[in-house]
């Protein structure tokens, strides 16, 4: 059984494949509406162990199904970032590190030459304070360099 939903919920499918309708594809869809899960599919296959569920049998399966794997896979929001880079001196970085994580910032490299040079994304609507505790931190000596904005995955909690 697949259930998905598409471009901000406009597009909605399912399938029951075989089952009663409404007892395999809909509790599957129910899962990601109510988790608010789009531009995703889920698919749910069961065995016939030889015992009939029934039809409200068939719909908690179904739905626990879904739920469990939703639960394990986990859910990733994609999210409009700035990547950015800092360059500060060997003695401001102790500083400038743990500021960039503390703002949600992800590093994705850091080089260590004359200067240490801290590229990351982070949240377009973190920037702003970011910087300014950035420029209290380090007395105006370090500033952010946006090298460009793009979308960035960030792990839901349920």
């Not at 896979?73 to 102790?94: F, H, K, M, N, P």
């Not at 500021?99 to 080089?111: A, M, P």
Request: proline share 4%; glycine share 12%.
């Amino acid at each position: 059984m697949y259930a998905y939903v598409l471009r901000d919920g406009q597009i909605r499918r399912y399938s029951d494949d075989g089952e009663p309708q409404g007892t395999a594809g809909i509790p599957v869809l129910d899962v990601l509406l109510k988790r608010g899960i789009e531009d995703a599919v889920l698919v749910v296959t069961r065995y016939f162990g030889g015992i009939l569920l029934g039809g409200g049998g068939l719909v908690r399966a179904y739905g626990h199904a879904a739920s469990i794997a939703v639960q394990a896979a986990g859910v990733e929001e994609r999210v409009l970032c700035s990547e950015t880079s800092v360059i500060c001196d060997y003695a401001q970085y102790g500083r400038v590190q743990p500021l960039v994580l503390s703002h949600g910032g992800v590093i994705t490299d850091t080089l260590y030459e004359d200067a240490v040079t801290i590229r990351f994304y982070i949240r377009k609507p973190s920037l702003p304070l970011f910087e300014a505790e950035l420029t209290d931190a380090t007395a105006g000596t370090v500033a952010v360099g946006e090298i460009s904005e793009d979308y960035h995955p960030f792990l839901q909690e349920f």
